[in-house]
């Protein structure tokens, strides 16, 4: 008999080798029918494999993150095996699961698959899914491996397993397809039911220019069609609230080929929503203590050298800019941090004078390749809302949460109120990637998952994704959408005082170092607004949007009374303008619509002779006759609503 561990903790036990659907089937059939993949003792597993010896087993339905992995790269195996019946020459290389479906990799020599072949590979496709062939891993010899792709020409897959060690290499088979697999499927292929070619673009082989460029194919798959028919509207409604559509027609920003790739030109009323957003987190820095600071554009190149943001990031910088004195170098600024660190080493400090809480809007600027740009959510050039604590240990916690309800209130006050947040630790199998010694990391971890848990996050633990100096807290923000986007960070970092020789004076008259927090809880100012755009369709939060009235005179000759509704209500610090075209005031409405205006007031003989105001409310239409009063006391209810003293 065998004892499995279930993630509830639960022990049971089993013959030997017993099956994960053996174990999901003792906790109930439905269960059973569900499960698609399982890891056991944190290896993928088939929810076949045999278990032979004690452990811990996790089961996955399609519903887990685990699960869909399982489904997508069965998925991949499926569409080589549905272009290969087009296309039997084809040399197949690799097929990953995905962020959302799998692709699979293909040298098709001279052929060519485009838009037009699409319905009839993902007919194939279905075609076999329906054998319901079940997935088999086998081993291989590391010389029958070798021979079995040197038989079918296939240099790609040769060279994949040259690079493994002999008893390490594993076939998965189903219907008549074989591929080189280390595993992970699910039982079979019946149980994808639905499924669409997204799109085909060139790749090179090991992401390599130098090598040859292969044709990727994306696609993605699904248990049910119901589910992929509500990815397809998903993804229509996504390019409806493309930042990059929506930042064009709001006139908020625009690119320049002459100024050049990932460099944002922001148009007035986008600069004026990004002034909204500073001042808004100033005002809130400022009652917890915060004190701005500038640096510059440029430093040193010994500066990133010292903080170890050259060594780990300056193949990703822009080249050294060089001046006529001799070995002279500096470097745009790629992080705000090196600098602060020198402006507290600036002068001494006592434990008394701690925490110093610097903040800073500053603009970095990283290259970025010209393929991996994407609006304003990848670019060259962005703006961090950039702030660094350096208190004492003790102080760390208290800190620490301060931070956390500072980046909680940011949330509430633009409507993203679906997020999770992720303690980002160290990759353990990987310590060379860190700086530091392992005692301040466990420390520094420790800290942040103890503050997390005392302040009720709803939080998970990521290995590998800490920063080179530090672990971090991360708030991973679902959209509108149900989209997933990292917005705000707050990080503990004992490292960068350390390199920069950081210290205080403590109550025993002996210098001690500063622990430093890094904090930005927009992220960049480019990629927050980019999300908001997408969260809101647009509809900015009343408090933040570009415009929140438009007035709308039926003719000109009520121009006079619009331009006093404008300036009562601009008296009111309401953020207000005229359409005074020669359009009829259909097209006007039509247009306040498109621009997502919230509010409407329509002016003519009637309002004129009361002082009063007809009132629409964008989305919802007429909502009545108010004075001029009333409409500023409503505009002011509305921003209460969300904008609330931090």
Not at 301 to 319: I, M, N, P, R
Request: glycine share 8%.
């Amino acid at each position: 008999m065998i004892k499995i561990t279930l993630p509830d903790g639960n022990v049971k036990e089993f013959e030997s080798n017993s099956t994960p659907i053996d174990v999901a089937k003792s906790i109930s059939e439905g269960l059973a029918r569900n499960i698609i993949s399982a890891s056991f003792n944190g290896q993928t597993i088939e929810t076949t494999t045999p278990l032979t010896t004690d452990g811990s087993l996790v089961l996955y339905t399609f519903n887990d993150k685990e699960g869909k992995k399982a489904f997508w790269h069965s998925s991949a195996h499926v569409l080589a095996q549905a272009i290969l019946e087009f296309y039997p020459n084809a040399k197949l290389t690799i097929g990953p699961a995905i962020e959302n479906g799998f692709y699979y990799d293909l040298d098709l020599g001279d052929d060519i698959i485009s838009e037009k072949d699409f319905p009839e590979i993902e007919k194939k496709f279905l075609e076999l899914a329906r054998e319901k062939a079940e997935f088999k891993i086998r081993e291989v010899s590391k010389v029958d491996a070798l021979n079995y792709y040197k038989e079918r020409n296939n240099q790609y897959k040769v060279e994949l397993i040259e690079g493994l060690e002999d008893g390490d290499i594993t076939f998965c088979d189903h219907s008549n397809f074989t591929d080189l697999c280390r595993g992970g499927h699910i039982p079979n292929t019946g149980l994808i039911k639905a499924v669409k070619i997204m799109n085909v673009a060139g790749a090179y082989w090991r992401g390599d220019e130098k090598n040859n460029q292969l044709t990727r194919v994306y696609g993605i798959s699904f248990p049910k069609q119901k589910e992929l028919t509500e990815y397809l509207d998903l993804l229509e409604e996504a390019k409806k609230r493309d930042h990059r559509r929506l930042g064009k027609e709001l006139e908020l920003f625009t690119f320049s080929q002459k100024v050049g790739q990932g460099l944002p030109l922001w148009l007035p009323k986008g600069a004026a929503l990004r002034n909204r957003l500073e001042d808004f987190l100033k005002k809130a820095q400022k009652k917890a203590g915060y004190e701005m600071v500038m640096t510059p554009h440029i430093g040193q190149k010994e500066l990133y050298v010292t903080s170890g943001h050259y060594a780990k990031y300056g193949e990703d910088s822009f080249q050294p800019i060089t001046t006529p004195k001799q070995d002279e170098e500096f470097l745009l600024k790629p992080m705000n941090c090196p600098h602060h660190c020198e402006i507290y080493g600036h002068k001494p400090y006592s434990y008394k004078d701690l925490p110093k809480r610097f903040a800073e809007f500053g603009t970095v600027y990283r290259y970025e390749q010209s393929g991996e740009l994407h609006g304003l959510t990848r670019v060259r050039g962005f703006t961090q809302d950039d702030a660094h604590i350096f208190c004492t240990p003790e102080q760390l916690d208290s800190e620490f949460k301060n931070v956390i309800d500072l980046v909680l209130y940011v949330f509430g006050s633009l409507g993203f109120e679906n997020f999770t947040a992720q303690v980002s630790i160290r990759d353990m199998q990987n310590l060379d990637k860190y700086i530091g010694d392992a005692e301040t990391w466990e420390i520094a971890e420790n800290a942040i998952i103890s503050a997390a848990k005392d302040k009720g996050l709803n939080f998970v633990i990521e290995e590998g994704e800490a920063a080179f100096y530090g672990p971090k807290l991360d708030f991973m923000v679902k959209d509108a959408l149900g989209r997933s986007w990292q917005l705000g960070t707050i990080q503990v970092d004992y490292n960068l005082p350390k390199r920069f020789d950081l210290t205080y004076k403590g109550p025993d008259n002996q210098l001690h170092r500063p622990v430093m927090i890094h904090r930005a809880p927009f992220g960049s100012m480019e990629r927050f607004i980019a999300v908001l755009l997408e969260h809101t369709g647009g509809n900015f939060p009343l408090w933040l949007t570009p415009d929140q009235v438009i007035i709308l005179p039926i003719s000109e000759k009520y121009q006079n009374y619009a331009e006093k509704v404008l300036h009562l209500l601009e008296n009111s610090e309401i953020r207000a303008l005229i359409d005074d075209r020669n359009e009829k005031t259909g097209r006007k409405i039509r247009d306040a619509e498109v621009s997502k205006i919230p509010f409407m007031v329509i002016v003519g003989e009637k309002e004129q002779e009361d002082g009063t105001v007809s009132v629409r409310k964008h989305g919802e239409g007429d909502i009545g006759t108010l004075s001029i009063e009333e409409f500023a006391s409503l505009i002011q209810k509305e921003v209460n609503k969300t904008l609330v003293s931090f």
